[in-house]
Every structure is written in C-alpha cells, then in structure tokens.
C-alpha cells in the first residue's frame, strides 16, 4: 500500500482501540490484511469521485481499504460543507470501514458536525421476520462542543452486537429478550444457537429497525453500492472477491450556517446543563454520547493502551501473515 | 389567518388523522385556537428566511402555527436540494409542528428523500438522570419508492409516548421495565406517579438520548432556538407566549445524486425483498415504515376517517372555541 493509506489505516485502527472499542480496532488488521493478500481488497485501490455536484459527491471506492475510501470521502463532505453548509458524500465499492465514529471525528476536530452512516451484509432481524434482513448498520455522529471534547455517538441499529450474544454462548449465560430471535423468528434468551441460526433484534423494534432502512438507502441505494444480502461478509467469505459495502457521510459546518461564532459555547452549555442535571439514586454522573470512550483515550495518550487477549491473538495472526516481529522489538511500539 | 395558512394546518392535521396517528392530528387543534387567540401563536405570523447559503437556511418562524413555519422550512430545503443534492434548514421561533412525517412526506411526494426532526420541553431521561432532559424530540423520514407508497418513519426518541403511560395507569395496569423512570430516577412498572414525578425512558437507551441529543443540537443549538427547559410547553403554558421551539429539515434528491434514474425502481426492489423474507412463526406480513399509516390513510380517503371519543371532545372543545358547529351541519365534513 502507499504508505499514506497505511499510516490512516493505522490510525483509524489504533484510534479505536484508544476508545476502548477493541471489537472495531486492530483486532480487525488480520481480517484486512488477508483480504489485501489474496484480491478481496486492493492495495494500491484509489478511491475516486464518479459524479459531484454543489453540496454532494459519490466516490468509487475501488475496493481499496475501506479506511481509505471512507476518510477520503469524509474529507470531500468537509470541503464541500465549507462552501454550501451542508454536503453529502456517498461510497460504493468500499469494505468494512471499521468505526464509523473515527471519520465524525475527522469532521469534529475541524469544527464541522459529522455524521457517518454504512450497510454490511444482514445480520439482524426486522419486527416479525424468521432471519437477518439488514446489516448492524452503524451511524455515527460528532459535534464540535468547545471545552469539552465533542460528542460521539457511534452505535449500531441493533440491540447489541452479534459479540455480546456470542460471549454469553461461551459462558453457557442466557440472554435478555430482546437482544436475540430463534430460527423460529422468536425471541430468545437462549444463545447457544447463534449465530448458526436466529438474528439480531434491531434497537428499540421498528425504531432501529426504520433508522437502518434510512441507512441502508443512503448508504447502498443512492450510491449504487451494494445492499442487505448482496454485501460480501469481510470477515467470513473467501477474500477474493470485494465485498461492495455502501457508506454515507454527512458534514455540517456551524460557522456557516451560526456564523455569530456561538455554536460551540451553546453546545458547551448544553453539556455542561447534562453534567449538572439530578441522578437517579446511586448514579455518579450523568454522561453525554463520546464521554467514556475519550476518557479511555487520554488514559492511552499517557499510559498506553491495554489490549484484551482476544486482539493480541489477532495481532499475533496479522503479524505472522505480514512477516512483521510481534511485540515489535525495542524501540517500536509493543502492546501493555 | 390568512387562508392559506389555515388550509395548510387543516390538511397537517386531517392527514395526520387519515394516517390514524390520532396523538398528532386534530387532537391538537383545540390547543393551538387557545394559543392564537391569546398570542403564544401569532395568527399573521410570516416566517422568513433570515440567513441561507448554497445548501441551507435559517428560518425565524415568527411564532406562526407550528406547521406554517414547518412546510416553509421543507420546501425551501426542497427548492435547495434540487440544485444542491441536499440541503438543511432550520427553523427558530416555531411552535409543536404535529407530525413529524407530514413535512417529510411533502418532500417524498415530489421525488425528494426529507428528514424532519425537532425539539420540546424535557420529558425523557437521560441514562441515570432522575428527571427529564430532553423533549421527546421526534424524528421523521420520508423516501419515494416508485410504485410503492414512501417509506415512512415518525418516531419519538422516547420507548413509548406519555400518552401510553397515562393510559396504563387510567386503566389501573402495571407498564414494561422500559418506559419509565420513578420519582428516584430508577425504572419502574407503576404508572401511577405520572406525569407529576418520573420521566420516559429513552428508546434504546443511550441510543434513543443519543439521537435526541443530535436532535436538539440541529433544530435547537445550530438554529438559535430554544433548548431543553427553555422551550414553552404548547400544551400545559398559559399560552401568551411562544413557545421558542427549533426544528431542522432536510431533503436529498436523488435525481441529482442518482441520475440514471433508478433510485426509486430500487427502494421498490428493497421494499419487495423485504416483503418476500422469511417470517417468524404467527406473523402474517413483513412491514416497511410507514406502511400500517398509508392503508390507514386509504381506508380513510374512501370511508372517512373514525375519530376516537378523545378526538371528538377536543374538537368539540375547538369549535366552541371558534363559535363554530360541530359536527358540521350537512354539506360539510362530519365525524363518522
């Protein structure tokens, strides 16, 4: 790869894991790398914009890293919403594209609202079907917020990730009702079968369940990426064919459309309003969307970041695939 | 009023009626007379456009009805997008604006893809919060879809309307884990306390306080609207004054962005598929947003529309209000 796609890959990786959101971070660098290898992604893939207008863009993604395509077309949105207040930016052709939230943040930390938004092939259910029908579709957004870092939201629209309901498997534990369907399309609090057979049940029912419909067009339909079954599973397919993931990503710019120069200051207040609001008995503080994940990010900047076993196996995996010495020697980096 | 601006609110709430979400339609009505004899609404108010860019603009609602400052704002972000692919506007000085989904559907019925949102005085917790935080802040989509009608979600960020709540406890029930936090700010089945202590749960959790909070800042905080415990209640205020509430909207159109066309032949392809999946054992159909809403609002175009009793007393109460006759003498519309 150039090696500018690889320092971002990297960073978008290594910026995940500092969040605590290990399932989305390095753990992924061995799926990724497999992929490279053998055709499913391209290395030296240029993602490239196929039409554009005043406040919007399509990118083809050229099935290189789905890091690539997605901080580039994040960057596109930004330029365009400095000029028009607002831009849509869409992707086909791109791949997993690991945390939605890192390409909010590359709009936030230039004081711009992002909002990122891709399908994925269906692993979750909608009210009342016996299978997957949607992907976890993830959305994100950032808000630029002043003092305070900005807020992020990065959640999926089902109830929980396929993880969650897969640990509990392992531990033999039962699971709440709403978080997993049979293969008889029911809801269960058995796990033992997934995920073989049933899905996952999307957020809050038809909520979730509408909000990745709105995703999936944004982000498949109106692309002219692929959707729901056509998606390629990154993770679990042979690799050598490109998955064609969708992806949208939104950008907001405050100084154009409040150029008073306020917004942040109001957004402050508004949190600073959250922080002081009354607890419920035995609560200790009131949080908004970003504030646990940038709390286990500064605790990185200064201590490190402390890497679950399950991602230092996958880095093992990744670097006996690249060759590479894991922990680095002397000098590099090496995981705590 | 002017003429114009009163056809617009009655078609607002007939629609939202014929659609059966019967919380939103002339339900209302009886408030927002009350409202615009005593000035919390201006009768003569005109909304104005009174910053706007490429893709945006910002519009001062005048304390007119809700909904004239709403289908303002939708079709100047509709006029913008055409030329732009997308844009917003946001709304300040408005009121309640009903549902959600008729602004979006404005945009749907010629072509365009509309997001509508808006904020309200706090009525939903926070995770761990003991009270109230934020309103039930709405948030609407509408996406054309060919030969099929638009797919079309309105949902409140909250589980479950206030309304269900006191119903459950008029008819003596206990109410899911999910809805309610007590005078403790600790979940509770027991509707009894409401709405004097406790607050509605948030839909999903973090989740649902997640995109309220995205809510509040793009119709509330980017717009110079009033936020949280500022905005007035439309309802339960002694209505002299506005109310201050924010709103945000936003169309896309697709054939701009999609131009070979096909955007809409495939929402009906997803729609079918989703139609065609799998169902779980006892389930008749698989819906799309908005699908229960537009058979509602078929049967009503041929058979009228059946009011409930809470919806014929509050007319009542609209057309003594109004020196009005109610139900109408014959050659008018009556109640069925």
């Not at 997993?96 to 909010?104: D, I, L, P, S």
């Not at 029911?186 to 029912?205: F, I, K, N, V």
Request: glycine share 14%; aromatic share 6%; charged share 20%.
């Amino acid at each position: 790869m150039e090696e500018e796609d690889a320092v971002l890959g990297a960073d978008v990786l290594a910026t995940t894991d500092a969040w605590g959101v290990f399932t989305h971070g390095t753990k992924s660098l061995a799926g990724y790398l497999r992929r490279l290898r053998i055709g499913g992604m391209r290395p030296k893939g240029r993602p490239t914009v196929v039409a554009e207008g005043g406040a919007w863009g399509i990118v083809d993604g050229d099935s290189s890293l789905g890091m690539v395509a997605s901080a580039f077309a994040m960057r596109l949105a930004m330029a365009k919403a400095r000029q028009q207040g607002i831009a849509y930016v869409g992707v086909r052709n791109s791949c997993h594209f690991g945390a939605a939230g890192y390409y909010t943040w590359l709009a936030a930390r230039e004081g711009l609202i992002g909002i990122s938004m891709a399908n994925d092939i269906p692993s979750v259910a909608a009210p009342g079907s016996r299978g997957a029908v949607l992907g976890s579709n993830p959305l994100s957004y950032a808000i630029p917020a002043g003092r305070h870092r900005p807020m992020l939201l990065d959640m999926s629209t089902a109830t929980v990730a396929g993880g969650k309901v897969y640990a509990a498997r392992t531990r033999g534990e039962r699971i709440p009702g709403n978080w997993l369907i049979g293969g008889d399309g029911r809801p269960t609090t058995d796990p033992s079968g997934y995920p073989e057979t049933g899905a996952l049940m999307p957020a809050a029912g038809h909520k979730g369940y509408g909000i990745s419909l709105l995703i999936e067009t944004l982000s498949g339909v109106l692309t002219g990426a692929s959707t729901t079954w056509r998606v390629g599973s990154w993770m679990w397919d042979d690799g050598r064919s490109p998955t064609g993931h969708g992806a949208a990503f939104l950008a907001i710019d405050p100084r154009v459309i409040a150029p008073s120069g306020d917004f942040e200051r109001k957004v402050e207040a508004l949190i600073d309003e959250l922080h002081a609001s009354p607890r419920a008995d035995g609560v200790d503080r009131l949080l908004v969307p970003g504030e646990m994940e940038w709390e286990h990010f500064d605790r990185a900047m200064v201590q490190g970041i402390e890497l679950p076993p399950d991602v230092v196996a996958n880095l093992e995996k990744a670097a006996s695939l690249s060759g590479v010495q894991f922990p680095c020697p002397a000098g590099g980096a090496s995981a705590t």
